[in-house]
């Protein structure tokens, strides 16, 4: 069965392969492709079993699934703020998603099981990622499960811990001293020369990863919406780079809101680190040509796995029909809700700690929720830090 169509998410033009739209590239945006949205009519929400099997047919996928048994991640309630802030807290209350409760520790799971079934389907013998470590253990982890072979490009600062989880699982891991730029530059060559089969985005600007691979994340929203159980999210806030956890989870909650399962899409907020924060930057410009057109120049932070020069439009969008935001943290609030989250029993990575620390500071009218996308757990970085 030939995968569904790819269409540009920008322009609307067919697209072909995992490059993201070229005609939008000739302009300088990044603009992903997309299957069409599923029709989730006549789906029991309450009867759904999690995870991106969960709904098959709500999948870009003809062969049978890949699995670890990704999904149906805990939602955890955050604790208030101290008792003399009391007055100034805003009402409603924040939650945690927490996708470090997957298989390999992170939301890349999601993605990675509907990838690799993808290039099951596809006939691949051979998938790559380039990587800053999450994204390329969860694709080593999912193709031994298929048997296939397993390239992930990265480069020397990935911590010990992600290094080591990617090794165990089999893949061939290529290290590159530069940057992010030559690493995936690398990994655009291999795909030309070799053919294999891209899980993650690799060219420039780049648009986001694997179409179909990120049709996994609309789970999220959908357990999200199961789980609340009717309570009103107003708002979930998703750490973002490249926004495909973004994109993909404003997918599923469009498609939700279509099928007449919810009463109304929350606001999507886009968390940012502010040595690296093109959407938090663009969204201050009131024309949408100048948004698209954004740059920043990125430096290092402690949220590794996030920061890009520009925003990728498949966010845009999402913020767009959302009527969501941006919000950028500096290191040291991000630390510290990475050790706030700890005080509460839960150890996640910086780059994850982002969202929860941008979450507590949002309103939520009476009743209504504001739910942090925790991304990764924390402890593969505990080896790296007690080195």
Known sequence: MTPPPLH????????????????????????????????????????????????????????????????N???????????????????????????????????KDRAMAVG?????????????????????????????????????????S?????????????????????????????????????????????????????AYANEGYKSVAYELARDVAGRRVDAVVVPTSRADLLAGIGRGFRELATAGLIAHEPRLVAAEPAAAAP????????????????????????AFSLGEERPCWQGLDALWRSGGTAVALDDEAIMAEHRRLAAEGLVLEPSSAVASAVARGLPAGPGGLVVAIGTATGLKMLAERDR
């Open 8 to 71: 540009c998410l920008r322009c609307g033009l067919p697209s072909e392969g995992f490059a993201g739209c070229r005609t939008c590239a000739d302009q300088g945006i990044g603009a992903n492709t997309a299957p069409p949205l599923a029709d989730l009519r006549g789906q029991d929400l309450a009867a759904y079993p999690g995870g991106p099997w969960g709904w098959p047919a709500t999948l870009p996928v003809a062969g049978p699934p890949v699995t670890l048994g990704e999904g």
């Open 73 to 107: 991640t805990p939602t955890i309630r955050l604790a208030g703020p101290p008792a003399d802030t009391q007055d100034d807290a805003p009402p409603g209350e924040v939650w945690l998603k927490y996708e470090g409760g997957n298989p390999t520790g992170s939301h």
């Open 116 to 156: 690799v079934a993808a290039a099951v389907a596809a006939g691949a013998d051979t998938v790559v990622a380039a990587s800053s470590g999450n994204a390329g253990a969860a694709a080593a982890a999912y193709a031994a499960r298929a048997g296939l072979r397993c390239v992930v490009f990265t480069t020397a």
């Open 158 to 210: 990935v911590p010990a811990g992600l290094r080591a989880q990617i090794d165990a699982l089999g893949a061939e891991r290529v290290v590159y001293g530069g940057t992010a730029a030559e690493r995936n530059t690398a990994m655009a060559r291999a795909v030309a020369e070799h053919g294999w089969y891209p899980l993650t985005s690799y060219s420039a600007p780049s648009p986001g990863g694997n």
């Open 279 to 302: 959407f938090t930057a663009a969204l201050r410009r009131t024309e949408r040509a100048e948004q698209e057109h954004m740059r920043v120049a990125g430096g290092p932070t402690v």
